[in-house]
């Protein structure tokens, strides 16, 4: 068992979700508040992940974004190092890859929050972040679990664009899906079982956690 | 939602897939190391003009391959870049190369060479052995050694010239040749020990530079070929072979990187 991979992986993971709900927490709520037009090209954009190849993710962070072009020259100069080959390049990629799964469940949970509630708010002068964090966030505590959770298992099985831009690091981009598929390459069935296993066993655990805690006694609440 | 979305327009959608035409003969599927990615697909185009048989390949690190044969990849014909993999398909039972002299022995039909390669607008000295013990050298790109016979040569040499500890931590590993090639080549690494047929091709020979590795720092990159033993076209399969094997086609591989067998 590659423990280090398994570090990695748990620590992509946190760093990648941590950073996510940071940001899809006021972007799922500018999608269910706003009234702007602009906002369904948003939604689109933010749901584009879900759909979109993970190779194109993976050929745009390395190339697009690469040492030739002056964006990745940025980049460089502010990291001290391209974004392919490093931790940071990984962390970058999973927030895209993974946007979907934290901005959806929340988009749903706020969607679902009453909105006389939300009405009585405004009246009452709450400011856009007051209303966010004090009514909405509360209220769909299990849609931010649920977010947190997706965005933490899809990090963790992420494959396609660490396979194109990670250059198979040990400690820096060799994560637990990587490591499955040189052991598979490999021939080295036993231990593929042993890491699938523990990939397999990990997701199980995590969902059953979501859907039995939003499960009261007695029934699905709606 | 769906509401608004025409129905015809998906339907549109899915039509195109019938667009797509299908060809009623089979074609030979080969299953091609990634160093014969710019070399075998004219290659190929000649000897449909020649035979009227269709080939196609796919290209990927030999290990990958032969993974995929092992599991059951409707591939007709194997060419490897090394001869482990191609044996240990026939020690499986699972290819061979009847018809030749020794059918339990890959037949070798190319020898590879490594080179080292940057590109010219490269801030490091063009490459040469020096270069690998610059300290301005951060990232040098090799195929994967447990799977890509070129990897592997890469790290025999890279011992061979006592640099595999120092350089290791500023190793990237890429999926197969032609990716170790790509990370240098779209400037994420500084350099890469990738393959001569690689270096050869217009891209990476205009917009870069390559060094012969001496060829006493490595074993002989020797590419063996096999037919997949429940091949249906194994006439075809054969005609390949004794294609690329012949004078002039043999001569052609010179000219791109490879080294005959004759």
Redesign the interface.
């Known amino acids: 068992m590659d423990w280090q991979a398994f570090a990695l992986s748990l620590k992509l993971a946190t760093v990648t979700t941590a950073i996510l709900l940071v940001v899809a927490v006021p972007l799922a709520a500018l999608l269910v508040l706003g009234r702007s037009r602009w906002l369904a090209p948003l939604e689109a954009l933010a749901a584009l992940p879900l759909v979109l190849p993970p190779t194109v993710l993976g050929f745009f962070l390395l190339v697009m974004l690469g040492p030739r072009t002056a964006v990745g020259r940025g980049i460089t100069a502010l990291l001290g190092h391209p974004l392919a080959f490093s931790f940071s390049g990984l962390v970058v990629g999973s927030v895209i890859y993974s946007l979907p799964f934290a901005v959806q469940p929340l988009v749903a949970g706020f969607a679902a929050v009453e909105p006389a509630l939300v009405d009585a708010a405004r009246l009452l002068g709450a400011t856009p972040a007051r209303l966010v964090l004090s009514l909405l966030v509360p209220l769909a505590r299990r849609s931010l679990l649920a977010a947190a959770v997706l965005s933490f298992l899809h990090t963790m099985g992420e494959f396609g664009v660490v396979l194109m831009l990670g250059g198979d690091i040990p400690g820096a981009t060799r994560t637990l899906s990587i490591v499955l598929y040189n052991q598979v390459e490999n021939f080295d069935y036993a231990a593929a079982n042993r890491t699938a296993a523990i990939l397999l066993g990990l997701s199980v655990v995590a969902l059953a956690a979501i859907y039995l805690g939003g499960r009261p006694r007695g029934g699905r609440r709606a | 939602m769906s509401s608004r979305i025409p129905k015809w327009s998906l339907a549109g959608l899915l039509s195109l897939a019938f667009l797509v035409p299908v060809n009623a003969q089979t074609p030979l599927r080969i299953a091609a190391a990634a160093d014969l990615e710019p070399v075998l697909p004219p290659i190929l185009d000649e000897f449909r003009q020649a035979t009227g048989i269709r080939a196609e390949a796919t290209f990927q690190?030999s290990?990958?391959l032969a993974?995929q044969i092992?599991n059951g990849a409707p591939f007709d014909l194997f060419l490897s870049a090394d001869l482990g993999y191609p044996k240990r398909l026939i020690d499986a039972g699972l290819a061979d190369a009847a018809g030749t002299a020794d059918s339990s022995t890959p037949i070798v039909y190319a020898r590879g060479t490594l080179v080292l390669w940057a590109r010219k607008d490269s801030h490091l000295p063009p490459p040469s052995l020096d270069l690998l013990r610059n300290p301005g050298l951060?990232?040098l790109?090799i195929a994967?050694p447990?799977?890509a016979p070129y990897g592997r040569a890469a790290v025999a040499a890279l011992t061979s010239l006592k640099l595999y500890d120092a350089l290791k931590p500023r190793?990237?590993?890429?999926?197969n040749i032609s990716q170790a090639a790509q990370?240098v080549d779209?400037?994420?690494?500084d350099a890469g020990l990738i393959s001569l047929t690689s270096a050869l091709t217009p891209r990476l020979a205009s917009g870069g530079a390559y060094f012969v590795v001496p060829r006493d720092l490595y074993p002989p990159i020797e590419q063996g070929a096999v037919i997949v033993s429940n091949t249906t076209q194994r006439a075809a399969a054969h005609k390949l072979l004794d294609y690329l094997l012949s004078a002039p086609v043999q001569a052609q591989l010179a000219k791109t990187g490879l080294t005959p067998v004759h």
């Open positions: 690190a290990a990958v993974t092992q951060k990232r790109a994967n447990d799977r190793l990237v590993t890429a999926e990370f779209s400037g994420n690494a």
